[in-house]
């Protein structure tokens, strides 16, 4: 993708780090309120992928008192090469506590709209899709005033457990494609581009709102980046977030280029051209930013 301005780069032994702009300074948060949503999080032993993730905007959404909220557990068996979560093939058995207390923690908080996701559990015969009913069920039976959003898995492809979720009724159902169709392989884990966007149809066709999210800076083009958003167009995505990928550790994939601000401008208006309804698009985007505004809209 063209850059509106040179980005410097330097070299670590036989890699060349591409230095972070000035544009993506993060603000961390430093209100009462931040305290509250940590202290809330802490007492109830609950993960977020704020935390887990390095998200960028914890500091901004913790001290509006919103979070999001990962269930499953700590550790993902998949590792895909971008994300920070832990990874392992054996993780510990699922909590029977943790959809109540992600509900009670919802009550506490106050939240109007609550965003919920997991890590992959590929080790459970279902894949962890009757936790994530009852995770949903217990919101609803303690704050069913609360809008729910949920980021699912693809669970392994198996479509009659995304419609578990479907029968749930949450308010917006998301799925993210992660990157472009050619990088997916050298991205994702074990996830399929093609697998992705049969998960999403299936939420489309369903009625309620399907919602993707991809990140850049991963050597993908700005052609590859709209053949996507045909793709999932194409298959009934009506919400979409595009954000900048970070880096979370030298382990990770490095970024190959910083976007510049203008350019997330550009493939948001393109992209509602297009035809979907909703983008956030911006470096410090994320798949839960400004979540509550996708319902009003």
């Known amino acids: 993708m063209m850059q509106e301005e040179p980005i410097t780069q330097k070299k670590t032994g036989n890699v060349v780090r591409v230095r972070k702009p000035e544009w993506l300074k993060i603000r961390l948060g430093?209100?009462?309120t931040f305290t509250d949503t940590k202290h809330t999080i802490e007492h109830h032993g609950l993960n977020t992928i704020c935390h887990s993730g390095r998200c960028p905007n914890q500091g901004e959404c913790w001290s509006a008192g919103t979070a999001t909220f990962m269930i499953g557990g700590a550790v993902c068996?998949?590792?895909?090469?971008?994300?920070?979560?832990?990874?392992?093939?054996?993780p510990a058995p699922l909590d029977p506590l943790e959809p109540m207390k992600v509900a009670q923690s919802?009550?506490?908080?106050?939240?109007?709209?609550?965003?919920?996701?997991?890590?992959?559990?590929?080790?459970?015969?279902?894949?962890?899709?009757?936790?994530?009913?009852?995770?949903?069920?217990?919101?609803?039976?303690?704050?069913?005033e609360v809008?729910?959003?949920?980021?699912?898995p693809d669970f392994n492809g198996r479509l009659d457990y995304v419609d578990q979720i479907i029968a749930c009724q949450p308010k917006i159902i998301s799925h993210n494609l992660e990157t472009v169709r050619?990088?997916?392989?050298?991205?994702?884990?074990?996830?399929?581009?093609?697998?992705?966007?049969?998960?999403?149809?299936?939420?489309?066709?369903?009625?309620?709102?399907?919602?993707?999210?991809?990140?850049?800076?991963?050597?993908e083009t700005e052609e590859e980046v709209l053949e996507l958003i045909d793709d999932a167009h194409a298959v009934g995505v009506s919400i979409m977030t595009i954000g900048q990928y970070l880096q979370?550790?030298?382990?990770?994939?490095?970024?190959?280029?910083?976007i510049h601000p203008k350019q997330f401008a550009r493939l948001r208006t393109l992209g509602l051209e297009k035809g979907l309804r909703h983008i956030e698009s911006g470096p410090l985007v994320r798949s839960s930013y400004h979540a509550e505004r996708h319902v009003l809209d």
């Not at 050619?182 to 009625?207: C, D, F, K, N």
């Not at 979370?248 to 910083?258: A, G």
């Open 106 to 144: 919802i009550k506490k908080m106050g939240l109007k709209h609550a965003v919920i996701t997991s890590v992959d559990r590929d080790d459970l015969e279902d894949y962890g899709a009757g936790h994530w009913v009852r995770t949903i069920e217990a919101i609803r039976r303690t704050t069913p």
């Open 147 to 152: 809008t729910i959003e949920v980021l699912i």
């Open 182 to 219: 050619r990088l997916t392989p050298s991205v994702r884990h074990v996830a399929t581009y093609e697998q992705s966007l049969s998960v999403l149809e299936r939420i489309a066709q369903s009625g309620i709102p399907a919602k993707t999210g991809i990140m850049l800076g991963l050597g």
């Open 248 to 258: 979370p550790t030298r382990r990770h994939l490095p970024v190959v280029e910083y």
């Open 30 to 32: 430093d209100n009462s």
């Open 77 to 90: 068996t998949r590792a895909c090469r971008f994300c920070n979560t832990l990874s392992g093939k054996a």
